[in-house]
């Protein structure tokens, strides 16, 4: 599957972004999908995660109450809404998966196979 990242833009603090993961050569009713993020000389970090079913999601405690995962397999689309945005949450974002990942928990990098080339976030204080 290849994954791409889309929606990534400068944006004022206290405001809200869409981004979007389309995935193409397989559809997302096959995968659950994980959302990253990597900050300016920082580790990949985890988001959060949406199941297969699109009814399960798991998010970090730095975004839980601000961040939403959605999906339309229609479109084999997963968004990640972002609102009340922070100077902090400036980075490049991204969407991933790997076969066996269910999203049964909160997502970590090193499990994923497949990524996408992300997305840059920038949150102007």
């Known amino acids: 599957v290849r994954l791409v990242e889309s929606g990534g833009k400068l944006v004022q603090t206290g405001g809200s972004l869409r981004l979007s993961c389309e995935a193409f050569?397989?559809?997302?009713?096959?995968?659950?999908i994980g959302w990253f993020r990597q900050a300016p000389g920082k580790e990949r970090e985890g988001v959060g995660c949406?199941?297969?079913?699109?009814?399960?999601?798991y998010y970090y405690d730095s975004v839980k109450g601000r961040f939403t995962i959605s999906t339309n397999n229609a479109k084999n689309t997963v968004y990640l809404q972002m609102n009340n945005l922070k100077p902090e949450d400036t980075a490049v974002y991204y969407c991933?998966?790997?076969?066996?990942?269910?999203?049964?928990?909160?997502?970590?990098?090193?499990?994923?196979?497949?990524w996408g080339k992300g997305t840059l976030v920038t949150v102007s204080s």
């Open positions: 991933a998966t790997e076969g066996a990942f269910t999203c049964s928990g909160l997502p970590a990098p090193y499990a994923m196979a497949y």
């Open positions: 050569g397989d559809t997302f009713d096959d995968y659950a």
């Open positions: 949406i199941s297969l079913s699109g009814e399960t999601t």
